[in-house]
């Protein structure tokens, strides 16, 4: 087994940065515009209305917020059910980024119910037919497994190391010993949770296609179709990979780390038979509904529909079919992020552009304080995985054998 | 729009839906309370009949504890010059239209909830805080709904509204059929307070029966259409008029009912979680073949 490839540590580097600041302003102006929502209602910050319930924190923060957070599933499905582990070394990143993308994921709709006291009536309220309960229960249950498939990397961060302070001082051994216990079970067990996750995505990723075939003819045929679930779930799997590799270079440049090339490009090559299986979809559903008419007419609709496939969908496809593209990390990059860009888009474009009630006397566009919120929980998030990096073994340094016992450096995976 | 309504494509859409699942949308299992009694009760709102007077306006306002202000203040018809919707402040409204055929009035249409037969509202609710009552009735339960406004995306006809005013205890509003009234029997507050006969409570099937007579009696005044009969599988209230029901800004929606699609998708991946676990099996073989490959492949090296 490779274990020069695997070798979590945690990045050392300065953790305030000018751009860190920059980061920590953005998140309190959206905290700010939050406080209003709680205070004085939803009406007081977004521009929501009877005509559009949904805008700007159900497409972007729920809906876009799910399809990013894909890399998790399928690098998981990748590295570990397939066992490909030249991959593992990005199977923790990507972990990561699904574990915070979710939990921002849930906080986003805290915020946008009306009744967010009452958010944990879906357990115990069922309703079989609705898609939403569906797309609910999946999200929390996944969100515990990938808390709980994040759980060897804190125990390995602390096994041996446990040091609390002053009186606490007694409990170093006891604790050490749980660690140490939950660790084992956790090995044992944790291929159970690493299906269990690759189920709950494919299940939610598709069931948050099938929310607004509800709302029928109110919905642009461009986008109305019942093919909608698997439109969502091939765009989120072809999604995984692209995030993954947007991230990474991203952190490696901002944590000043030599680029993870020799996988990267291997993930690469892999993107462009996923993309052209969406795309086939996409197409093909648009042919046989003939909803082509629609782009015949300049429309805010056929013109959001256009951006999202040519741009985010057919030129990344185009790029990552060249091995040049493969090799040079600005390129993958721009490839990756035109990737990212188009499924945000979509998701956007299914949620708000698409959206046009029969009595709508003026449509939607999100208020400052909705957008002041989306951007904050970003910035938030990035702040998090930042810290999270720094202090936990997440991201691997190939080459240097810093890293803890190998016994744990792949979890699930008994040896 | 071009040419091809989205009603044509909505048709396609459900064709496409049941072939893609293959599953019909009757074998729902939890849920929340959704009867189709035979006596459901509707109303048939006659629109050339109705003076546009808006007393139900008022009466509606004043049983469900909403400002309503005085009922000589509805007098003034200047208000019927703006298109409005139902709101958190009004649970119907009435609007005004140019006349329609053989006549030289004014055409008023009563707006509130239509009390679907499948309703999309009952079908979305994250929680099942709506549900169809034995009496024809749609109703919505404050204590659990959590306020997603999921419910105000489905409905085909834009009803609820929701009080996007109020940090704590939003509620989404819409005509509840005056369900306190008529669950003891008695006439919706629109209904009784109506002057005219423009509002006729009773059983849905008893006013099917009248429309149609009555469309015989006098075809002149009527089109031949009774809105809500089929549309989106039936609707519990019911409307005449004197000209094309999408010029009075309803919506053109077809026949089908409004959840038939979601349902059946929702069911066919879930079957009784079939797919669910087979998937899981499938996933766990292939993680344990490929693992039993590496070692093999790991053993023979060594
Ligand atoms: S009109 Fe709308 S709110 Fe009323 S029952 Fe039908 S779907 Fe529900
Ligand atoms: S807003 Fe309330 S009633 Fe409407 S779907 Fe959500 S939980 Fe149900
Ligand atoms: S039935 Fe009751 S709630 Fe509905 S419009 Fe009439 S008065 Fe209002």
Redesign the interface.
């Known amino acids: 087994m490779s274990h020069e490839l695997v070798n979590p540590v945690p990045i050392k580097h300065k953790f305030f940065t000018p751009g860190v600041y920059v980061l920590i302003v953005i998140a309190l102006n959206g905290l700010v515009f939050l406080m209003g929502r709680f205070f004085f209602g939803l009406g007081a910050v977004t521009n929501l209305n009877d005509q559009y319930p949904w805008g700007l924190w159900i497409g972007v923060d729920v809906a876009a917020g799910v399809a990013l957070a894909a890399g998790g599933f399928t690098t998981a499905a990748f590295g570990h059910v397939m066992h490909k582990e030249e991959y593992h070394a990005i199977v923790r990143p990507a972990l990561l980024t699904a574990m915070l993308g979710y939990t921002f994921v849930a906080v986003g709709v805290f915020v946008d119910i009306g009744r967010w006291y009452f958010i944990w009536h879906p357990l115990i309220m069922w309703n079989g037919n609705s898609a939403l309960f569906e797309v609910g229960i999946c999200v929390m249950i996944y969100m515990t497994v990938l808390y709980i498939e994040f759980l060897p990397i804190v125990t390995e961060r602390f096994i041996g190391k446990v040091n609390l302070p002053g009186l606490l001082t007694a409990l170093n051994k006891p604790a050490d010993k749980i660690l140490r216990l939950l660790d084992r079970g956790l090995s044992k067990t944790m291929f159970i949770f690493i299906i269990a996750g690759v189920v709950l995505s494919t299940l939610h990723q598709s069931s948050l296609g099938t929310l607004m075939v509800i709302a029928g003819p109110k919905m642009h045929p461009l986008w109305q179709t019942p093919v909608l679930p698997l439109l969502f779930l091939l765009s989120a799997v072809s999604v995984g990979f692209p995030m993954v590799i947007f991230e990474s270079l991203i952190a490696s440049r901002s944590l000043k780390l030599k680029p993870e090339m020799h996988i990267l490009s291997r993930l690469g090559s892999m993107i462009a038979p996923l993309l052209g299986i969406y795309l086939a979809f996409k197409i093909g559903d648009m042919f046989i509904r003939e909803t082509f008419v629609y782009l015949n007419e300049f429309t805010t609709a056929s013109v959001m529909f256009s951006i999202e496939v040519v741009l985010g969908v057919i030129i990344p496809l185009r790029m990552f079919l060249s091995p040049k593209v493969l090799k040079s990390p600005p390129l993958l990059f721009t490839a990756s992020a035109l990737v990212v860009f188009g499924v945000l888009l979509n998701r956007i474009n299914n949620f708000v552009v698409a959206y046009t009630p029969p009595y709508s006397t003026e449509s939607y566009f999100p208020s400052f304080g909705e957008i002041s919120v989306t951007v904050g929980f970003v910035a938030l998030l990035v702040l998090a995985y930042r810290f999270i990096v720094m202090n936990f073994p997440v991201i691997s340094l190939p080459g240097q054998q810093t890293a803890q016992p190998k016994k744990y450096t792949i979890r699930g995976v008994e040896k | 729009m071009?040419?091809?309504s989205?009603?044509d494509?909505?048709k396609?859409?459900?064709a496409?839906?049941s072939v893609?699942t293959g599953l019909s949308a009757s074998t729902?299992?939890?849920?929340?309370k959704n009867i189709l009694s035979e006596d459901r009760m509707g109303v048939l709102v006659d629109t050339t009949a109705c003076v546009g007077c808006r007393n139900c306006e008022w009466a509606c306002k004043d049983a469900h504890n909403l400002p309503a202000g005085n009922l000589d203040s509805y007098e003034d018809r200047k208000i019927l010059e703006t298109k409005r919707?139902p709101?958190?402040t009004a649970l119907t409204v009435v609007n005004e239209y140019p006349h329609g055929k053989n006549s030289n009035l004014p055409v008023d249409v009563k707006v509130q909830c239509m009390h679907c037969d499948h309703p999309?509202c009952?079908?979305?609710?994250?929680?099942?805080?709506f549900s169809k009552q034995e009496n024809g009735s749609v109703i919505w339960d404050t204590d659990?709904?959590?306020?997603?406004?999921?419910c105000?995306?489905?409905c085909?006809?834009?009803i609820?509204?929701?009080?996007?005013?109020?940090?704590i205890?939003?509620l989404i509003m819409k005509c509840d059929f005056c369900f306190n009234r008529t669950k003891d029997g008695k006439l919706p507050a629109c209904v009784n307070i109506c002057p005219v006969e423009a509002l006729t409570c009773g059983p849905r099937h008893e006013l099917i029966k009248i429309a149609r007579n009555r469309i015989k009696r006098n075809p002149n005044r009527y089109v031949n259409h009774i809105l809500g009969e089929y549309e989106v599988g039936g609707t519990s209230w019911m409307y005449l008029a004197s000209k094309e029901f999408k010029e009075l800004?309803f919506?053109?929606?077809g026949k089908n009912p409004?959840?038939g699609?979601?349902?059946s998708?929702?069911h066919g991946?879930?079957a009784y979680f079939v797919p669910?676990v087979s998937?899981?099996a499938l996933?766990?073989g292939?993680?344990w073949i490929?693992?039993r490959?590496?070692e093999l492949e790991?053993e023979e090296k060594i």
């Open positions: 071009s040419g091809k989205r009603r494509f909505l396609k859409s459900v496409i839906g893609a729902a299992k939890a849920g929340p919707r709101d958190q999309a009952v079908s979305a609710c994250i929680v099942g805080a659990m709904c959590i306020g997603c406004r999921y105000m995306a489905a085909p006809f834009q609820p509204a929701f009080e996007y005013d109020k940090a205890n939003p800004d919506p053109d929606l409004a959840p699609v979601s349902e998708i929702q991946i879930f669910p998937l899981y996933l766990g292939i993680m490929t693992k490959r590496k790991e």
